[in-house]
């Protein structure tokens, strides 16, 4: 039986503003992982995908590269298994993916999309935002002042000006939500989900009771397994809040982090995710050819 070929790109570096090593490592282990259950494993960056180097079946990617999404896009339609999807990638984008999660009733701030060549401060103020996050909605996080934190309608204009200076088009303002941020990193498909608060021992959310713990877990992963459905990705990463009754919003849902703190068990599950994936195919191609 032919061994099951599959591509794996890698991120260009401009979209893993300080995680370009990271973001390397979890896809380097996920293909070792696939290489151990006998799958020909072959690593390309998303200039080698654009120049149509990847003929592979499977690809799995961490594109962001608008070109890169359209050429997995077309390979897609040609029948090629694509982990994660090119559209759940571009619905990760601020805007859509705010649009997506509040129309899908998922807990979310509340948020203004707006055109960065217009006076905010007005609606804000007349919606009660003050303190509130400014994030670039027209592509995917390139620096860190792609995120900014105000305190202010007026300092909200002002970051909005600097957004449309620097030729950013669209933001996305959100609602600042009070409580402990967590980050998240699941995988869908599988039993695998992974959470903790970055900044222990600061966080002031009393889980010292194991069935309140399990209870916040188990809702956490409700709602990223939804989040993840509506948004068509299959690993993802991200982040949330949690209020002192145990309240959860997204604030952060991200294609394919880097999962730093769980690189090993996040990459042992993507790989099982895709061999999941992968085999049904290979059953029906059994009156011909192995895939």
Known sequence: MAQIKIAAIMRAGAFSPNHIANDASILSNVAEQLRRRGCEVNVYSEEQLNAGAVTEPVVINMCREQRSLRVLGEMQRDGVTVVNSPAGIADCIRERQTRILIGSNIPFPESVITSTDVVIKDELKRRGIDKCWIKRADNYAMHKEDVSYVRTPQEAQEVLQEYFLRGITRAVISRHVKGDIVKFYGVQG??????????????????????????????LKSICSQAAAELNVMVYGGDAVIDADGNITLIDFNDWPSFAPCRAAAATAIAKAVMAMVKPRRRTSSSGSAV
Do not use: C, L, N, V
């Open 190 to 219: 599988s039993s695998f989900f992974h959470w903790y608060f970055p900044y222990d021992p600061d966080h002031h959310i009393d889980i010292s009771d194991a069935g309140r713990s399990g209870r916040i877990e188990t809702d």
